[in-house]
């Protein structure tokens, strides 16, 4: 299968003061893949023919795919600011919209980067608060395995393995995923905050960056989008900025504005 080049839709005359979009993908996906093409010529087109184009972290259609799950978020958000950067089109600022941990790469880049800056940031079902618990083991009361959790269940020994594998340089540098996995037991909070890349970003690790909490300052507008019916991300509140409560982790989600 060859896949086409991931889509960049120029503007025409009617566009000239719009500010183009920038989308990325989510896991498992590909700006090569033709689902990304299709939303980037659509957004294009909604918008009278302004310049929209989808970054990729790959070279290719199996590149950016691979490196969706194994180039981590920080090495992610590097490619994608070099590739910002590059395009002559976006050098006065641009419009961003991220689908699941596409999402991730976009405010990884708010926070580290933003320059060119991202006017608005679209966020639609992003992993922004992390991923909770393990498939199979998300907290709900028709969720039998997830009765036990914190009194030795299957769910614990899982979400412990987890965490043990996540928690440390090596895998850090290599899993995306590993990146955003925010576990809420509070056994776990020293490794997180000590070793997880979101920790960072979201200045909870045992150093606070001043530059990522002003960069964030330089983008006008933020829209967060959750989905009722997630199925992937745990708690679905985080993607509003949710956390679980640290007293209560597996009963009690807090909205953002009663989180720390």
């Not at 194994?70 to 600011?81: G, I, K, P, T, Y």
Request: proline residues 6%; charged residues 20%.
């Amino acid at each position: 299968v060859v896949a086409a080049a991931p889509s960049k839709i120029r503007a025409g005359s009617s566009s000239e003061q719009q500010l183009p979009v920038v989308f990325a993908h989510g896991m498992g996906d590909s700006c090569f893949n033709s689902g990304m093409q299709q939303i980037t010529q659509h957004a294009s087109d909604l918008l009278g023919g302004v310049y929209s184009t989808c970054v990729p972290t790959g070279k290719n259609q199996q590149e950016d795919t691979t490196n969706g799950y194994f180039l981590n978020m920080d090495a992610s958000v590097d490619v994608f600011a070099a590739k910002v950067r590059d395009d002559p089109n976006l050098q006065a600022g641009f419009h961003a919209i991220g689908f699941s941990q596409g999402c991730n790469v976009i405010r990884g880049y708010i926070a580290r980067y933003n320059d060119p800056p991202v006017h608005t940031f679209l966020s639609v079902n992003g992993v922004n608060a992390g991923e909770g618990a393990l498939p199979n083991c998300f907290p709900n009361a028709s969720n039998k395995k997830h009765e036990n959790l914190g009194a030795g269940g299957v769910c614990d020994l899982l979400m412990e393995q987890a965490s043990r594998r996540a928690y440390n340089d090596w895998t850090q540098q290599h899993s995306f995923q590993a990146n955003y996995w925010r576990d809420p037991r509070p056994v776990e909070r020293e490794a997180y905050k000590k070793y997880s890349q979101l920790a960072q970003w979201n200045n909870e690790g045992n150093t606070f960056n001043q530059t990522l909490k002003d960069n964030w300052s330089k983008t006008s507008k933020f829209v967060w989008v959750l989905a009722e019916q997630d199925a992937m991300v745990w708690p679905k509140q985080g993607e509003h900025w949710g956390a679980p409560d640290p007293d209560d982790p597996f009963k009690t989600t807090l909205p953002m504005e009663q989180t720390e």
